[in-house]
């Protein structure tokens, strides 16, 4: 297993850029990782729902468990919630040009 | 101390059961006697007769014909399959006479197991009083034969375990799907078998289970199962998102398809994938296999119990109720809200992990334990509501 427990979070692989509430977290609380790492969320987590550790560029990969998710449609925060409001699947859309080059990446 | 546990219970081939021995050497962990409806025609006739027979189960269904082809294919080996599986005792088959899928062919598909089959038509009897007259009676005798057989003990690697999610949130592929997982493994160390279904969660996954795969062959067909049924969305020009992940899933926390399916295939654990199997198929492998079926739940089961699976384990975050006519399916919760508020429906509450209380080993160990106690009759909250539900998947249209 991979996943890390902290304290409010759920983190499922080292190399992910969000996080997962593992209840409400209400805007401005802060998540401590270690010593000299914690952000702050910036907005209400729903429960589940998933939290950005690092600014996800325009574009950028959305990784948790250690893969691709998805894309960011916009520039995301550290803190920011990632959801649908901000974030696409590349998987089974018809405007997914992207088709190609996922199904042919395994 | 997990591994301690393990060598101890389960590592000494001490995980028998008590099952009911059929003639073709699988083995049932129930006994039910089927009134299988070869077309929709013949359904109510059907339900009559189990209203009145006690022990008997009747599975209505819209299929059996105006199919062509393929589709009929499909549904007929879907219908022999529930009919050949080991939790079936014996089956009658009710025709209606002029259907495509035809039922005495049903019949001595289902007889060829080796269990007491009937058929009886509708059209020949002369219509509905006089059918459900006589499949009472033949239904009496086959409830009189199934009562007299006794469970006997059983190897582990006669089990066939499908692992399903549905009502996923994004708590499922953090916590009850990766304890499934767990299960998985566990039991395939047994000797047992492990279907893996819903082709739809696999998309954006598949890169983990090729990996996985024993040999080139079983590469291919996982890439062409997933290619196939993500093209089948791309080509209408639709967009699965819209259906799957379904409205509950995002309201769960679950933003994307690839996201769902990631958390999806943990169900299977960490083997060496053996074998692909169309849907219905039945697997000539053991260890983790592979079923094509769409992501919806009551035809995915119905796919996985025609593949011959005798229990099935399914996780959710959203909560589902949904179960099988013939096996036993067991609900796992994966977050501890949904356990209390759904209690009557969940049997195991993985969300003690997402709480930190407990790890996904040890819950993965408890669906072990709760899958040999349910082998041995113990019911799930599933069969205590008589959840029944039953669909086959169609692959063309009727006409």
């Known amino acids: 297993m991979n996943e890390k427990y902290f304290d409010k979070v759920i983190l499922s692989h080292a190399k992910d850029n969000v996080a997962t509430a593992k209840s409400a977290i209400s805007s401005g609380t802060f998540l401590t990782f270690s010593k000299d790492r914690r952000i702050i969320a910036i907005e209400e987590i729903p429960f589940a729902h998933k939290i950005a550790l690092r600014r996800i560029p325009r574009d950028g990969a959305v990784i948790k468990y250690g893969e691709r998710i998805g894309r960011a449609i916009r520039e995301i925060k550290p803190g920011e919630l990632v959801h649908i409001h901000n974030v696409v699947g590349e998987r089974g859309r018809s405007e997914g040009t992207s088709l190609k080059r996922r199904a042919h990446r395994a | 101390m997990g591994c301690l546990f393990l060598c101890s219970a389960f590592g000494m081939g001490k995980m028998n059961f008590l099952g009911y021995k059929r003639p073709d050497g699988k083995v049932g962990v129930r006994n039910h006697v089927l009134i299988l409806p070869s077309v929709a025609c013949s359904n109510e006739v059907c339900n009559a007769i189990a209203r009145k027979v006690k022990g008997t189960i009747s599975i209505p269904h819209q299929h059996g014909c105006a199919q062509l082809s393929f589709d009929a294919e499909q549904t007929a080996r879907t219908l022999i399959g529930v009919g050949k599986n080991p939790n079936v005792a014996a089956v009658l088959v009710i025709g209606l006479g002029c259907e495509v899928v035809n039922s005495s062919m049903l019949a001595s598909k289902i007889a060829e197991s080796g269990k007491p089959v009937k058929n009886l038509v509708i059209q020949e009897i002369g219509g509905s009083p006089k059918t459900i007259r006589e499949g009472v009676r033949i239904a009496k005798e086959m409830v009189y ?63 983990i289970l090729v990996k996985r795969a024993i040999n080139k062959k079983v590469k291919q067909k996982i890439l062409e199962i997933v290619r196939r049924t993500e093209m089948r969305a791309l080509n209408l020009g639709l967009d699965i998102g819209k259906a799957n992940p379904a409205p509950g899933n995002y309201e769960g926390g679950i933003t994307t398809l690839e996201e769902k399916s990631l958390g999806c295939v943990m169900k299977g654990g960490t083997s060496k994938v053996m074998e692909v199997l169309e849907y219905a198929e039945l697997p000539t492998q053991k260890g983790l296999v592979l079923m094509d079926t769409p992501g919806h739940d009551a035809e995915s089961m119905t796919g996985l119990i025609a593949g011959g699976t005798q229990m099935i384990a399914f996780t959710t975050g959203r909560g589902n109720p949904l179960g099988s006519p013939i096996a036993p399916v067991i609900k796992i919760a994966s977050n501890s809200c949904l356990y209390l508020k759904m209690k009557d429906n969940m049997d195991i509450n993985a969300g003690e992990i997402v709480a930190g209380n407990k790890t996904t080993q040890e819950i993965g160990e408890k669906i072990f334990r709760e899958v040999f106690r349910v082998a041995n009759g113990k019911l799930t909250k599933s069969e205590i509501w008589g959840h029944r539900e039953f669909a086959i998947n169609r692959i063309g249209p009727s006409f």
């Open chain 2, 145 to 207: 034969f199934a009562s007299r057989l006794k469970r006997e003990k059983s190897k582990p690697n006669a089990l066939i375990l499908g692992v399903e999610c549905g009502g996923s949130d994004a708590c499922s592929g953090l916590s009850a799907n990766p304890a499934l997982g767990v299960t998985s493994d566990l039991l395939i160390k047994e000797g047992g078998t492990i279907i893996l279904s819903e082709t739809t969660e696999s998309i954006g996954a598949e890169h």
